[in-house]
């Protein structure tokens, strides 16, 4: 077993049923192709691939169909959390769920618990975390308090107001009481 956990996260597909619809001019759809056959390319394949978000651009059930069938040449364990973008939680969950996505949201690898915390709000740009999901946080944080890694898609707040979210959230406390996750992974 590999001394060390690889890790790729690919953030903001943002793509589309259509693939040759464009968002500000990008032909997002191949251009999420064209990553996948970079990291095809890596000398080490990952262990494990992080979508963080705007999974989709236009919420289609499609969009998560094109995202999954394109990951799964790939056989790459696959961990999600969706964007403001990602409205649709009933296709993607359904989509996502499928190996090698797993639409688990606290799990273990190679000696690191990830701890996958989505910001999303319905129908809202901004992102936010609801009483219940720092419950859930502090529940993971606690059960994993030797090897915790939050990670989010956008801070929670509103952008528009240039406001800190961690500050508004009172998140930034639970942040850095939470112990550290070590240099390099502990492999097992
Ligand atoms: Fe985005």
């Known amino acids: 077993m590999a001394d060390s956990l690889l890790v790729a996260q690919l953030s903001d597909t943002h793509l589309f ?5 464009t968002m500000w001019g990008q032909p997002t759809n191949p251009q999420f192709h064209r990553v996948l056959q970079r990291l095809q390319q890596l000398a080490r394949r990952p262990d494990l691939l992080l979508l ?3 999974l989709s651009q236009d919420d289609s059930p ?3 169909e ?5 990951l799964a040449p790939l056989a790459i364990p696959t961990y999600w959390i ?3 973008h990602d409205q649709n939680l009933e296709a993607l969950g359904e989509i996502l769920s499928q190996p090698p996505c797993d639409s688990a949201k606290s799990f273990e690898r190679g000696g690191w618990q990830f701890i996958l915390l989505a910001t999303l709000q319905p129908q809202q740009i901004h992102g936010g975390l609801s009483p219940e999901a720092l419950d859930w946080l502090d529940q993971q944080l606690q059960a994993h308090s030797d090897r915790p890694h939050p990670d989010r898609h956008a801070p929670p ?6 406001r800190p979210g961690w500050t508004a959230s009172g998140s930034r406390t639970r942040q850095s009481s939470s112990p550290s996750p070590p240099a390099t992974p502990r492999s097992s």
Do not use: F, I
Request: no cysteine; charged share 30%.
């Open 62 to 64: 499609e969009s998560y």
């Open 82 to 84: 969706p964007g403001n």
């Open 157 to 162: 707040g509103d952008r528009r107001s240039n």
């Open 66 to 70: 094109h995202l999954h069938s394109a």
């Open 52 to 54: 963080t978000g705007d």
């Open 17 to 21: 049923a259509d693939p040759s619809r």
